[in-house]
C-alpha cells in the first residue's frame, strides 16, 4: 500500500535533491573566498527576488561578515516585526538545517529607497558606509500600474541615491544593480548594452517634483512615449542613472527576464510571486482567465529564479576582480542579460500546455471551474472571447449572488484581471532577439566547483522537467494546499469538468435552437412573402 505525500514530505524532497552528493572536492571555491569576511548591504530583501538572495548568501557564504538587510515600515509593522516574519517561509528551511545560527550575521537597517534621503538615521549611514563591502540593489516597484511618481522615486531616484551612498563607502568591492531584460523593449533586438535613455536623468526627477499629481498624471503617456507600462520606463531611466552617476563605482547590472519559480534550489518549484507568466498559469489553473492575447508560437522570455540568483552573486564577484585588476577601462558599466531564449527556448503554447498538463494530475479543491485557457494571436478574437468567457459568466454569477443576498464579487475580480492581461499581452504577442553572450563568457570564467555551486547555465534545463515542479510549487505555496489531498482534488476537478461540459453542450444546444427558430421564422416570412 504506497503512503501518499505531504506537503512536508514533499519540501523535504526537494531540499534533498537539491543538495550537494558527497563528492571529492579538490578546487577551491574562488566565489566563496570572495564574500569570506565581506559585509553585504541588501535593499529589496522582502520582494521574491531579494528572498532568495538572502537564502543564497546566507547559506553558501557561512564565513561572510554581516548582511545589512533595509526594510521599511510597512502596514503599520515596524522593520523589526517584519524581520521575525520574514524567515517563517519553507523557503528557508534548507537554510536553518545547514546555517542554524544564520541569523547572528544579520542587522537590520531601517530605510526606504522611496525617500529623499533614503530614510537613513546618520548612525546607520555611518555604519553601512564604514562597513558595506558589497552592496546587491534590488529595491524597486514592480507593479506595471503603478503611478508614475511612485516608479521614478523608488526605481530611479532610489538608485541615484544608493549610488551617492556607495561613493561615501571606502572598502567597497562590487556594487550590482538588479534591473530587467525589459528596460528597453521598445527595442527588438537587445544587446548586453546601455541603450538610449527616454530622457535625461536630471530633467525626469526635477519635473515629477514640480508637478503636481493631476499634472503628472495627465502627462505621463508623454513621459512613457513608447514604453508600454511605468515599470519598463522607471527601469530603462533608472539604468541612465546607473551608467551616469557611478563613476569611481564598481558596479554592473544584470537584466532578468520573466522570473518564474525556482528550478533546483533551495526547493524545487518555491514561489510567492503571481505576476507575469506564474500569474497567467495561477489564473488560468483557477478557472478565472479563460483567455490571453497571446501567439503561442513565440518564445516565451522566462527565466527560473534560482538562476538569477546565481547570476547576480557570480556578477558581484566578477565586478570586484575586473576592478581590482583594473580590467575594466569602458566608461560604461558591464551589462548581463540573464535570459533563456537563445540558449533553450519554449513557446508561449508548449509552456502553457504543460503546465495545463501537470496541472491536471493534481488539480487544488481551491480551483474555481475547470481550465479552458485559450491563447489568441488575434486582438479582437480575444476581445470577444472576454466578452463571453469572461463578462458573460461574471454577471451570470454575480446576479444569482445578489439574488441569494450575496456579495456580488466576479465582475470585479474581471476588473482586476483584464488589468493584468493588459499588462502581460504586450509581452506574450511579441518576440525580441536578446544576447547573452558577455553573460556566458561570465560563466565560463568560474571553475568547476563555482559551476556547480553558482549554476547559471541553461544547457541542462528540461523544461518538461522543471515545469512538473512548477506546477506542485504552486499547488503548495501559492495555493497553500496539502499534497495529502490531491485525491480529493481531483475527484472534484471531475464534477468541475462534467458541470463545464454539461454547461457547454446545453449553451450549444440552446443557441442551435435559436439559430434554427430564427432561420424556420425567416423562411416562413418569405415563403408567405412570395405566396
Not at 3 to 26: A, F, L, P
Not at 100 to 116: L, N, V
Request: proline share 4%; net charge neutral; aromatic share 12%.
Amino acid at each position: 500500500m504506497s503512503v501518499q505525500k505531504t506537503s512536508q514530505d514533499y519540501i523535504d524532497e526537494m531540499i534533498s535533491m537539491s543538495k550537494d552528493t558527497n563528492e571529492i572536492v579538490t578546487e577551491k571555491s574562488e566565489v566563496t573566498d570572495f564574500f569570506t569576511n565581506c559585509n553585504i548591504f541588501v535593499t529589496g530583501g522582502s520582494g521574491f527576488i531579494g528572498k532568495l538572495l538572502l537564502e543564497k548568501l546566507l547559506r553558501c557564504f557561512p564565513d561572510m561578515g554581516k548582511l545589512y538587510m533595509m526594510l521599511r515600515p510597512k502596514k503599520g509593522k515596524s522593520p523589526e516585526e517584519r524581520f521575525k516574519e520574514h524567515f517563517d517561509d519553507p523557503l528557508y528551511e534548507r537554510l536553518k538545517q545547514e546555517q542554524p545560527d544564520f541569523a547572528s550575521k544579520i542587522f537590520i537597517i531601517e530605510g526606504d529607497t522611496g525617500k529623499f534621503d533614503l530614510g537613513l538615521s546618520s548612525d546607520d549611514r555611518e555604519l553601512i558606509c564604514k562597513n558595506t563591502h558589497i552592496i546587491f540593489h534590488g529595491a524597486a516597484t514592480v507593479r506595471f500600474d503603478e503611478k508614475l511618481r511612485q516608479a521614478v522615486n523608488i526605481n530611479v531616484r532610489g538608485l541615484q541615491l544608493m549610488l551617492q551612498l556607495a561613493k561615501e563607502m571606502k572598502n567597497l568591492k562590487a556594487f550590482v544593480h538588479i534591473s530587467t531584460a525589459f528596460s528597453h523593449c521598445i527595442s527588438k533586438d537587445i544587446k548586453e548594452k546601455f541603450y538610449p535613455s527616454p530622457m535625461e536623468v536630471d530633467k525626469l526627477l526635477s519635473l515629477v517634483d514640480l508637478l503636481d499629481d493631476q499634472q503628472l498624471e495627465h502627462l505621463t503617456p508623454l513621459f512613457l512615449g513608447k514604453w508600454p507600462n511605468s515599470y519598463a520606463f522607471s527601469k530603462a531611466m533608472a539604468e541612465e542613472a546607473a551608467k551616469r552617476y557611478s563613476t569611481g563605482i564598481p558596479i554592473c547590472v544584470v537584466r532578468p527576464s520573466i522570473v518564474v519559480s525556482t528550478w533546483k534550489e533551495p526547493i524545487a518549484g518555491w514561489t510567492n510571486n503571481l505576476y507575469g507568466a506564474t500569474g497567467v498559469v495561477v489564473g488560468s489553473g483557477i478557472g478565472l482567465l479563460r483567455t490571453l492575447h497571446c501567439v503561442p508560437n513565440n518564445v516565451a522570455e522566462i527565466i527560473p529564479a534560482d538562476i538569477v540568483i546565481n547570476n547576480v552573486v557570480v556578477a558581484a564577484w566578477d565586478i570586484a576582480q575586473q576592478w581590482n585588476e583594473k580590467l575594466i577601462i569602458e566608461e560604461e558599466p558591464p551589462v548581463f542579460n540573464c535570459i533563456s531564449s537563445n540558449l533553450k527556448p519554449i513557446t508561449w503554447g508548449r509552456f502553457m500546455d504543460l503546465n495545463k498538463s501537470y496541472g491536471f494530475e493534481l488539480p487544488s479543491k481551491k480551483t474555481i471551474w475547470y481550465n479552458v485557457m485559450i491563447l489568441n494571436k488575434n486582438l479582437w478574437l480575444h476581445n470577444f472571447c472576454i466578452l463571453f468567457l469572461h463578462f458573460l459568466p461574471a454577471a451570470i454569477v454575480d446576479c444569482i449572488l445578489y439574488l441569494m443576498g450575496k456579495k456580488p464579487m466576479l465582475w470585479t475580480a474581471y476588473k482586476k484581471i483584464h488589468k493584468f492581461m493588459g499588462v502581460i499581452s504586450y509581452f506574450s504577442s511579441q518576440e525580441w532577439n536578446f544576447h547573452s553572450d558577455a553573460n556566458q563568457a561570465l560563466y565560463k570564467k568560474l571553475n568547476s566547483v563555482d559551476r556547480k555551486k553558482f549554476d547559471f547555465n541553461l544547457n541542462n534545463l528540461d523544461w518538461e522537467d522543471y515545469i512538473c515542479y512548477h506546477v506542485r510549487g504552486i499547488r503548495v505555496f501559492i495555493f497553500k494546499d496539502t499534497m495529502e489531498s490531491i485525491k480529493e482534488g481531483q475527484i472534484y476537478y471531475r464534477r468541475l469538468k462534467i458541470a463545464h461540459y454539461t454547461i457547454v453542450t446545453a449553451a450549444f444546444c440552446l443557441l442551435m435552437w435559436l439559430m434554427l427558430s430564427f432561420i424556420r421564422i425567416l423562411f416562413l416570412w418569405c415563403f408567405s412573402r412570395f405566396i
